[in-house]
């Protein structure tokens, strides 16, 4: 699996967009950007996905650049609930595992 | 539907002795993977099944050990227990493998004394 980088911590106004970036410039072909997040004490949760394509859903969107070497998590109205851990995962399609680094911890403040 | 559901939540084991944590996956899930969780180490994998079988394991000694039964639910094991193994333990299940999305239980918080 590619090796991710994350920055450390980022903070970021309630109700303002919070952008999360993500640096895999060995990211292969067939490999995909996963993000989860790790509210404090529970068990990571499954943001959003995407190979190639930006991708939205109702938590999130994805925005991978055009050699997929970066990418970026945007939360589009940031809540205090979104305070965690955010973690950039890349992995292909049939792995068995998902490597987790050290993520971002993302502090929204009111 | 229901969640990923681990037992017990909370445990406190003395050194040398063996501990079992059960994972009970999502109705229809038959990916269940295990994960330890330290300050120092992070999120690191230990082992995943699949229909009863072991796919996959991660760096971590022998004394880990796993199984699943043919209902999906799945236990892990570890003997001969260490201050280090102080740990949460996280289980995630996921239809086929991890390449649908994982969703991940509450975690078993292990204290090794």
């Known amino acids: 699996d590619a090796k991710t980088t994350q920055p450390p911590s980022m903070d970021c106004a309630e109700g303002r967009a919070a952008n999360l970036p993500c640096n895999h410039s060995t990211i292969s072909g067939n490999e995909y950007v996963y993000w989860y997040r790790q509210i404090h004490s529970q068990g990571p949760q499954y943001i959003i996905h995407?190979?190639?394509n930006n991708e939205t859903n109702e938590m999130a969107s994805l925005i991978i650049t055009e050699d997929r070497k970066s990418s970026t998590l945007i939360l589009p109205h940031a809540t205090l609930r979104d305070t965690a851990v955010y973690y950039c995962i890349v992995r292909w399609q049939g792995a068995q595992k998902l490597v987790f680094g050290q993520g971002t911890r993302l502090t929204i403040n009111p | 539907k229901a969640g990923v559901t681990q037992t017990p939540r909370y445990l406190i084991k003395t050194r040398g002795q063996q501990v079992t944590l059960s994972c009970s996956p999502i109705?229809?899930?038959?990916?269940v993977s295990w994960y330890q969780q330290t300050p120092g180490q992070g999120l690191q994998f230990l082992f995943e099944?699949?229909?009863?079988?072991?796919?996959n394991k991660g760096n971590f000694p022998g004394r880990f050990s796993g199984r699943q039964f043919s209902n999906s639910r799945s236990e892990m094991n570890v003997s001969t227990l260490e201050l280090g193994d102080s740990a949460l333990y996280l289980c995630?299940?996921?239809?086929?493998?991890?390449?649908?999305?994982?969703?991940f239980g509450q975690g078993t918080r292990l204290t090794v004394v």
């Open positions: 099944y699949f229909s009863e079988t072991q796919r």
């Open positions: 995630a299940s996921s239809l086929i493998d991890m390449n649908t999305e994982a969703f």
């Open positions: 995407g190979l190639k």
């Open positions: 109705s229809g899930h038959r990916s």
